[in-house]
């Protein structure tokens, strides 16, 4: 950082220059708009392809192929109900820091983190099943490249599961800035615009639960 | 550190301690209530996703509840958790009106390829 940034912290989101536009919505918020945009046509690419593949099934072969397992719904519904969680920790986290409650915005941003973390184990544990006999979708037949369904499966929520590693990896770092006390001054720009990555990655999971997991 | 900021160290991490403090707040009792609301909803899903639910009433009134309960939860979570209710118009519709093309697309392309499934021109569409 320059003498010049030292000298003049930065400016308090609600302090942010008003914009006929954008209001007092900061240029990491609106940036990170712009980078959620264009991630989430990656996710409808993803889809998109998927619903093409399933709509174009013929009704005589079926979308699952015979010997393929079945989801786990109960479980999947879980993990669906663990990034919600942490989707309410996160914003608890910023309400937290926007007043100055630092000890509890460290508490829920830590709480966010080990959602997200508990969500990627639950995600090993769902395509591997640790090892464990009968567990896991690989070991009990749904492999990469053996029908549409096994491959857009993995695609999607591959492709979602390193979303959930980035965040995790994203608010960990915001969360090692909090402990060293960055944001003592209650600033709560970086962690809005982190969060909004996070809301992001639960947001496209209820899509994908519904779209892949339940749809008939 | 302030006073504010010294004082908020020594807060109890119990919880009641939090209960209390997430009451205290219109805007965080608020993200409680969509919190239930999207418990709510990914139990119901799940419930009408059964099979005696499918029999009674079928899959395509199962498959729009599905499409409708997921919108429902994709919205709560963007417009409260990530305040899009709060920013401006300009902010709102720019994160918003562009999918209006993957709408579009998946209407024409899911469209296409069930209407080439019920003519009998799949074969040889994919390998």
């Given at each position: 950082m320059?003498a010049?940034h030292?000298?003049?912290p930065?400016l308090m989101?609600?302090?942010?220059p008003e914009?006929?536009?954008f209001?007092?919505?900061?240029s990491a918020k609106?940036?990170?708009w712009?980078f959620?945009?264009?991630?989430a ?5 993803f889809l ?10 013929d009704?005589?072969v079926?979308?699952?192929?015979a010997?393929?397992p079945?989801?786990g719904?109960?479980?999947t ?9 942490s ?6 986290s910023i309400?937290?820091?926007q ?7 460290k ?6 983190i080990?959602?997200g973390?508990c ?12 090892g464990l006999e ?6 009990l037949g749904?492999n990469f490249g053996?029908?549409h369904r ?8 591959g492709?979602?599961g390193?979303h959930?590693?980035?965040g995790?990896t994203?608010?960990?770092?915001i ?7 960055k ?10 615009t982190?969060?909004l ?12 639960f519904?779209l ?5 | ?5 010294t ?6 991490l119990?919880?009641?301690?939090l209960w209390?403090?997430?009451?205290g ?8 209530k969509?919190?239930?609301?999207l418990f709510?909803l990914t139990?119901a899903?799940v419930?009408?996703a ?9 899959p395509?009134?199962v498959?729009i509840?599905l499409?409708l309960?997921?919108?429902?939860k ?6 409260i958790?990530m305040?899009?209710?709060?920013e ?6 720019t994160?918003?009106w562009?999918?209006?093309f993957?709408?579009?697309y998946?209407f ?5 390829a069930v209407?080439?499934?019920f003519h ?7 390998p």
């Open positions: 320059s010049e030292a000298e003049h930065a989101p609600n302090e942010w914009d006929p536009h209001g007092r919505a900061t609106v940036g990170m712009v959620l945009l264009s991630d046509f990656m996710f409808a690419g998109l392809a998927y619903g093409i593949l399933r709509g174009g099934t009704p005589e079926g979308w699952i192929p010997g393929e079945a989801f719904i109960g479980f519904a879980f993990l669906t109900f663990l990034l919600i969680c989707s309410v920790t996160m914003v608890l309400s937290a820091l007043q100055n409650h630092l000890k509890y915005a508490f829920f941003l830590g709480a966010t080990f959602g973390a969500f990627l184990l639950g995600q090993v544990y769902e395509y591997w099943g640790f009968g567990h896991g979708l690989v070991p749904l053996a029908s096994a491959t857009s499966f993995y695609c999607i929520t492709f979602h390193m959930v590693f980035s995790v994203y608010l960990t770092v969360f090692i800035r909090m402990l060293k006390g944001y003592d001054d209650g600033n709560w720009n970086h962690l809005e982190a969060g990555f996070w809301h992001f990655v639960d947001l496209v999971w209820i899509l994908v519904t892949v997991y339940l749809w008939i | 550190m302030s006073d504010t900021t004082a908020s160290e020594q807060a109890s119990s919880p009641g301690a209390a403090w997430i009451k707040d219109h805007h965080r009792w608020a993200y409680m969509i919190w239930l609301w709510v139990m899903e419930f009408i059964e099979q005696f639910i499918i029999d009674i009433i079928g395509t009134l498959n509840g499409v309960m997921a919108l429902a994709a919205a709560y979570v963007a417009l958790y305040h899009l209710n709060s401006t118009r300009v902010l709102r519709w994160a918003l562009p999918f209006a993957p709408a579009l998946a024409v392309l899911i469209g296409e209407w080439r499934v009998g021109q799949l074969n040889g569409m994919f």
